[in-house]
């Protein structure tokens, strides 16, 4: 053959097909921008990220100023006399502006989210994995954990301790890690379990691969979807907690701009004011489905049966 290349007994140029046939990357990539709901979870955070980060150069107010003479200005969409474009969102009861605070408590919501379910992620996949892998009187001790850490409800004991030990960022951001790690260790547990008797966990292990090594260049790999799902839930399930302690006062302090502190500063105006509670409930609300999609979405697109 002339071109050089190989044809098959249908006739076909093996070697034009293969160079045809696009790279793993590629196929992720066409996952990626086809599936819905990982475009609009990404682009939602991504741009609520950029406002976290840029929080002190587009705010057009300082969040902690207080002026009484522009206290409670309704948003633009209302038909008010004192309604002014120098606050979109209006004011809050101090004469705070609402979106320069909204703003900057994205930024709380942020940290607090990603900081707790980092360090709930790392307690309950070590326990997990370790109760999935090494399973008899591993398994047992980790299962009463978990037994211990979900007869404790979450709320009430964040509520306690706080109260106790106090209230600053940092003590709320450890004291949900270390509360919301149950998850983590329940379901890496369960995946580490389906698949450490598979083919190539009992080959690492036939040619005396250490331990490890089969954790993490065998077995991880296969668990990071269910992983990244867990991740997401808990992230958004420690900034509702995060809001929910604000709210009740034992969470972020005043006069720091935390979007559950913003409802629970506004409760007091709902019936007149609505917006107070509403402009803050609905960011709340769009950060953690934003959070949702984008975890379901690279759980799709990660997806073993996916990657070949």
């Known amino acids: 053959m002339t071109d050089g290349s190989i044809k098959s007994r249908t006739g076909v140029h093996i070697e034009d097909r293969i160079i045809d046939e696009p790279s793993p990357g590629e196929r992720a990539r066409k996952r990626m921008f086809s599936h819905v709901g990982f475009m609009i979870g990404g682009f939602v955070l991504l741009v609520i990220i950029a406002l976290a980060f840029l929080a002190p150069l587009i705010s057009p107010h300082d969040p902690l100023d207080q002026q009484l003479a522009r206290k409670l200005i309704p948003p633009i969409w209302h038909d008010h006399l004192k309604v002014t474009w120098a606050h979109p969102l209006g004011t809050d009861q101090f004469g705070r502006d609402y979106l320069s605070r ?83 260790a329940v379901v890496m547990r369960s995946t580490t379990q389906q698949v ?46 995060e809001a929910a302690l604000s709210f009740l006062g034992l969470g972020v302090q005043p006069p720091a701009p935390s979007w559950g502190l913003m409802i629970a500063e506004g409760k007091n105006h709902m019936l007149f004011d609505p917006w107070l509670i509403g402009i803050p409930g609905t960011a709340l609300f769009i950060l953690i489905l934003a959070i949702n999609l984008l975890g379901d979405g690279i759980r799709d697109v990660t997806a073993p049966e996916n990657r070949n």
């Open 102 to 184: 909204l703003i900057h408590g994205s930024q709380i919501s942020l940290l607090i989210g990603f900081s707790a379910m980092l360090i709930s992620g790392v307690i309950g996949t070590a326990l997990g994995v370790a109760a999935g892998y090494f399973g008899g009187r591993v398994d047992m001790v980790v299962n009463f954990l978990i037994t211990t850490r979900l007869s404790m409800p979450v709320i009430l004991v964040a509520l306690a301790v706080v109260s106790l030990v106090g209230n600053s960022l940092t003590i709320v951001i450890w004291v949900l890690g270390l509360l919301i790690w149950d998850r983590f």
């Open 196 to 241: 450490r008797n598979l083919d190539y966990v009992v080959a690492a292990q036939a040619i005396g691969c250490s331990v490890p090594r089969i954790i993490f260049t065998e077995i991880m790999p296969n668990i990071v979807n269910n992983l990244i799902v867990v991740a997401t839930i808990e992230m958004a399930h420690a900034i509702i907690l």
